[in-house]
Structure formats: C-alpha cells, structure tokens
C-alpha cells in the first residue's frame, strides 16, 4: 500500500475525568503495513488505546502519538486519516449498501463517476458483488460487517483500526469473515490496529500480538512468541492452555508424589511451579523409565483429530493432555507421561499460584 505509515505511542498514559486511570504510561511501535492485535481481558485498556490512536481520547500530558514520525496528538480523528470498524457496525441504517460506502467519498466532494467504480472494486473486495443497492436493514451480520470494512477503506486511510469486529458473529460466519479479512489486510499491506479479547483471533490474524493486562503491556511478540515463551504467568494462562505442576525443587528435579520432572531453576529446595501446554506431553507407551510422571486417567474427551485426557498425577491439579494417538483410554487406567524439557517453563519464586 503505497501510504501505509508507522505508529509510534510514546508514554501514552490515559487516565478519565472520573480518576479511573485505564493505562499506565506505554510505548509502541507498530511498522508500516503491519497488523497489530491488542489482545487482553475485558477492562485491560485496548479499546482506549485503540482509540487514542484513532484519536477519539487524548493521552495524558506527556504521552505522544506519531504517524509515519509525524506527531499527531493534538489532532482529532477526521484529520488522522484513519479509517474505523466497530463490533456495532455503525452503518446508516436509511442509506443503501453503496451509499454508505462512499459515504466518505461524497463528504469530500468526490465526482459521482468515481464514486460509482470505486464502490464497485470496494464491493468485489469485500465479496458482496450486486449488492449495492441493497439496504441494510436487508443484510446479514457478517454482510454488514462486510459494508463496515468497505466504507473505512473507501477513503484510503493510512491506518485501518478494528474494534472487536468479528464478536457480533456466529462462530461460522466468524471464521470465514476471519480468513477473508486476514487476505484482504496482506492484500493492501494497510497499517492494521484489532482489538480483540479471543486469542485464537488475536493468533490468525496479528503479525504481532500486544497482550495487555490492566493498563499495562504484558508481552509483545509474534503468536508463536506468545504462546511458546510467554513472558509471564497471566500471558502463559491467558493463551491457551496451560498445566501447572507444583513440587519440591531439588537437586535438578521437581518432586511431586505422581513423579520428577527436569527443573533448573534452584538450587536450595524450595517450592516452585512448572508450566507446560496440554499438546507437548507424550504418552509413554514403551519404556516406564522414559517417563517424568505417572498417573491415572480422570477423564477423555475424543475431539476427532485428537484426545484430550485428564490424569491425575498427584499435583495439586491435574494434568491435560492431548495426543493424536488412535487408542482409547479407560477412566482409571495408569499412564505414564513424558514432558520435554524444552516444552517446561518456569516464571521464578513466589509467584502465586
Ligand atoms: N470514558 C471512560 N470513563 C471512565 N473510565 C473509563 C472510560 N472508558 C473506559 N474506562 C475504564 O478504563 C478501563 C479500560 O477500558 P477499555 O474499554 O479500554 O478496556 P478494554 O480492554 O477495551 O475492555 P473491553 O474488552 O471490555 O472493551 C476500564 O476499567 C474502563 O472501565
């Protein structure tokens, strides 16, 4: 895209006339054409720091927002060159599908011709050929949604911010409108903004993902970064799924009644946890001494493609586990379990389970 810029946020802190302070001081740095997703639970500060890049809410004194290295703190929204999507909608409802398109296009005075080929092309982007003169009130959700995206890219922004987009929609409609929108923001190589509080969004969609919590920045980092080596416990459970093994830390080990497992942590024994994902454990089939812990089966859920167990290895909380094996277990069989040990994570003493 040929104008696509970069986002600079520098010291952005926001706090409301009410007191409520939503972010602490942040900085980001978002490259030209990438697509970033802030991602957080509710109440943790995307939706205001989406907006003061949109530049509906104004930072703290001190905080700066940059475009392409220009500073445009002081600047309202229409002169930002943003272009917006909300959960909502936000078409005109009294309009037609084209009409609210190029909704923008007419505000600046652009000649009827053009608007009439441009919302065309914009209506083969989004995949909704023939529906110009539709009204809305005649759409599907996602068709809305669809239009939504339309109008924001009409003007040409520099930046397209998203506001939980895809939430209004049905688990279907969801991903398939997931994937056209994943294509499409490769496509123009737009600066992209998405707030979103589903991980699995946050994952398919972001080049990189900003996982807020309360107030703060978390982790930044690409999805595999996120959900591989995440940077501390709250990003570790707020991605995925995480089993956590409490024991006694000694001599390389982590003790705990079902079994060991590698632990490099301390060296004075001391009670620690170790973290690791449902997917890196490997059912020990061969061999008992292959394996760091034993347990028996609580319950199975066949998911198709995989199994998810539950063992009760004698932790203060079970074990899940997913395998692609074709075997069933029975509820109460023995297992045995083996976690690579670059699979194991660990986020240092004292920190509450
Ligand atoms: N206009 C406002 N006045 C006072 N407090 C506000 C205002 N807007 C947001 N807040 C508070 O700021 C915090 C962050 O809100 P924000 O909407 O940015 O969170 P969020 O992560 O987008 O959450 P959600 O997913 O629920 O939208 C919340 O505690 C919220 O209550």
Redesign the pocket.
Same mark, same amino acid.
């Given at each position: 895209m040929k104008n696509a810029v970069s986002i600079q946020l520098v010291q952005c802190g926001k706090t409301?006339p009410?007191g +409520?302070q +939503?972010l602490q001081p942040l900085d980001l740095e978002i490259q030209p054409g990438e697509t970033v997703v802030l991602l !957080?639970p509710? !109440?943790? !500060?995307? @939706? @205001?720091t989406l907006r003061m890049i949109a530049g509906l809410e104004f930072p703290d004194a001190g905080g700066r927002v940059l475009f392409g290295g220009e500073d445009v703190t002081a600047l309202p929204i229409e002169r930002r060159g943003v272009g917006m999507v909300f959960q909502n909608y936000a078409l005109f409802p009294n309009m037609t599908v084209g009409e609210n398109i190029a909704y923008g296009l007419k505000i600046r005075k652009i000649p009827a011709a053009e608007r009439l080929a441009k919302i065309e092309t914009l209506l083969e982007m989004v995949h909704l050929q023939g529906l110009g003169q539709r009204r809305i009130d005649q759409l599907s959700g996602g068709q809305k949604q669809r239009v939504a995206l339309a109008r924001a890219l009409a003007v040409e922004p520099r930046v397209l911010l998203l506001d939980e987009p895809l939430t209004a929609l049905d688990a279907k409609l969801r991903e398939t409108l997931r994937a056209d929108l994943n294509q499409l923001l490769r496509k123009l190589g737009i600066t992209a903004i998405y707030?979103t509080?589903d991980q699995s969004e946050a994952m398919a969609l972001g080049d990189r993902v900003v996982v807020m919590e309360r107030g703060k920045i978390a982790q930044i980092g690409s999805p595999r970064d996120i959900y591989y080596r995440p940077a501390t416990h709250f990003v570790a459970d707020f991605i995925g799924t995480m089993n956590r093994v409490t024991g006694t830390a000694q001599d390389g080990q982590l003790r705990f009644s079902g079994g060991a497992l590698p632990f490099s942590g301390a060296s004075a024994e001391s009670t620690a946890t170790l973290m690791f994902r449902p997917e890196d454990v490997e059912v020990v089939t061969d061999s008992m001494d292959a394996a760091d812990m034993q347990g028996a089966v609580l319950s199975t859920f066949f998911l198709g493609d995989r199994t998810r167990l539950v063992i009760d290895v004698g932790a203060e909380q079970p074990v899940i586990v997913e395998t692609g094996k074709r075997v069933s277990w029975q509820i109460g069989e023995r297992i045995a379990l083996r976690v690579p040990q670059h699979a194991l994570l660990h986020f240092g003493e004292g920190v509450p389970a």
């Open positions: 409301f009410n +409520a +939503a !957080g509710s !109440g943790c !500060g995307k @939706t @205001t707030v509080h």
